[in-house]
């Protein structure tokens, strides 16, 4: 196992490196930032020329790779344009949309799995149609749409919740934003569970634990559960980046100050170093989910081992 986490871990050395690289080059050709600081007056030649010298733009984009990744191992990840470290704004931002991340993962396996579990288990019947029908609306609508409908519903109308989360955004406050954050998932976590399940239900280790007499309990959560979940974990570790990544229209909607925030001011202003700064750590959740799922698989199925 050692072995294997160590392999692992050299292994994410050049993937890491090859996606900063593409991360920067895309950031670095959206447009001169130096212009966008200007608005809609053109820069003084004198002063941008001064900002480029100050943040780096004048050098050639590999020199200011190769610097950038140098500063980036010792925890400089640069300085947004107004002055600000981007590692302070990592640190207001990572926390709130960490607890997001985990409000919505939370939603999707408890009710994703719950409901995968009870259809695959009744598959054909009225309820396993209902659930299928209610994923597939799910799928098929806008999370723009659902954030909104539900904020009105739910916030304005009956006035039921905040319509806008706080500052701190506590756990209560991101209960809904973290079910709209995690409607799509969960739709697709139950159809997952419940294929496999059905598939799995037909299988030689589960009519033999049936045969020997034990309870339907047992049979399920022990035998037939526990290898269903693998690729439903598998999709789940994928998931958890694309969740702290891509909740740019969730905290739009709540305003929720976190990284989805951070990115999207950070693309309006043309702020390269915030851009990058917060792709290059969702590049590394990424790459430690993948891992920590590998991992797993050893634990839900005893048949995996790595040498």
Same mark, same amino acid.
């Given at each position: ?33 130096? !212009? ?12 941008? =020329? ?14 200011? *790779? ?14 947004? #344009? ?5 590692? %302070? ?5 990572? @926390?709130?949309?960490? $607890? ?41 609508? @806008? ?18 919740? $905040? ?6 955004? @506590?756990?209560?406050? /991101? ?10 998932? /969960? ?10 399940? =059905? %598939?799995?239900?037909?299988?030689? *280790? ?24 693998? @690729? ?5 570790? =994928? ?7 891509? =909740? ?37 959740? #990424? ?10 698989? !050893? ?5 995996? $081992? *790595?040498?």
């Amino acid at each position: 196992m050692g072995r294997y986490v160590l392999r692992r871990l050299v292994q994410m050395v050049p993937v890491f490196a090859g996606a900063t690289l593409l991360i920067f080059l895309m950031v670095n050709v959206m447009g001169d930032p130096v !212009a966008g600081l200007c608005g809609d007056r053109q820069c003084d030649p004198a002063t941008a =020329a001064r900002l480029r010298a100050e943040f780096g733009l004048d050098r050639p984009v590999w020199q200011q *790779y190769l610097t950038y990744m140098g500063n980036v191992f010792t925890g400089d990840f640069g300085t947004a #344009f107004n002055g600000q470290k981007v590692t %302070e704004l990592m640190a207001t931002a990572f @926390p709130v949309t960490l $607890r997001l991340t985990i409000v919505a993962v939370l939603i999707e396996v408890v009710v994703g799995v719950t409901l995968g579990v009870v259809t695959g288990l009744r598959r054909g019947r009225p309820v396993d149609t209902g659930v299928l029908l209610l994923t597939l609306v799910v799928i098929s609508v @806008p999370t723009f749409v659902t954030g909104l409908l539900l904020q009105l519903l739910l916030g304005v109308e009956w006035g039921w919740i $905040r319509p806008s989360v706080s500052s701190a955004a @506590p756990f209560g406050e /991101l209960l809904l934003p973290g079910l709209v954050l995690a409607s799509v998932s /969960l739709a697709y976590v139950t159809r997952l569970t419940r294929t496999s399940i =059905a %598939e799995n239900r037909r299988s030689d *280790y589960v009519r033999t634990a049936v045969a020997k007499g034990l309870p339907r309990r047992r049979v399920v959560t022990r035998h037939l559960l526990r290898n269903s979940l693998i @690729p439903v974990v598998t999709f789940i570790g =994928a998931d958890i980046g694309f969740l702290m990544g891509g =909740a740019i229209v969730t905290e739009r909607i709540f305003n929720i100050h976190g990284v989805g925030f951070q990115l999207y001011q950070g693309i309006l202003r043309q702020n390269t170093q915030t851009v990058v700064g917060f792709v290059t750590v969702l590049v590394l959740v #990424f790459l430690l989910c993948n891992l920590v799922v590998d991992l797993l698989y !050893a634990v839900l199925d005893p048949r995996i $081992r *790595y040498a």
